[in-house]
Nanobody, 127 residues
């Protein structure tokens, strides 16, 4: 089985930065795609970013493009979400997701494509 564990969430002021980590343990994913989704209270789950581990190609949600960066470290089985210029509307529970399949761009934003999910980490942007 594959377990995903997120970390790095917390409380930050608007305009500041935060980096989230997602570590995969138990089994190593091959030809994998990992992603971040977020969900704020009373709102639907929103796609944030995804990365293909084979070639490091990335895809971002409209609301975070240009501010967030997703990356991966193959040796550590970890992917990161660097969040810059944070806004109050970025406040949400951020969850890591993964699949052993190498997804095409059109599929990366679909939650149903991912087989494994972490428990989520809270990010609060407030002054």
């Amino acid at each position: 089985q594959v377990q995903l564990v997120e970390s790095g969430g917390g409380l930050v002021q608007p305009g500041n930065s935060l980096r989230l980590s997602c570590v995969a343990s138990g089994s190593t994913l091959r030809r994998a795609t990992t992603a971040w989704f977020r969900q704020a209270p009373g709102k639907e789950r929103e796609f944030v970013a995804a990365i293909r581990w084979s070639d490091a190609n990335t895809y971002y949600g409209r609301a975070v493009r240009g501010r967030f960066t997703i990356s991966r470290d193959n040796a550590k089985n970890t992917n990161y979400l660097q969040m810059n210029s944070l806004k109050p509307e970025d406040t949400a529970v951020y969850s890591c997701a993964a699949t052993s399949r190498s997804l095409i761009y059109s599929s990366m934003a679909s939650p149903g494509e991912y087989d494994y999910w972490g428990q989520g980490t809270q990010v609060t942007v407030s002054s």
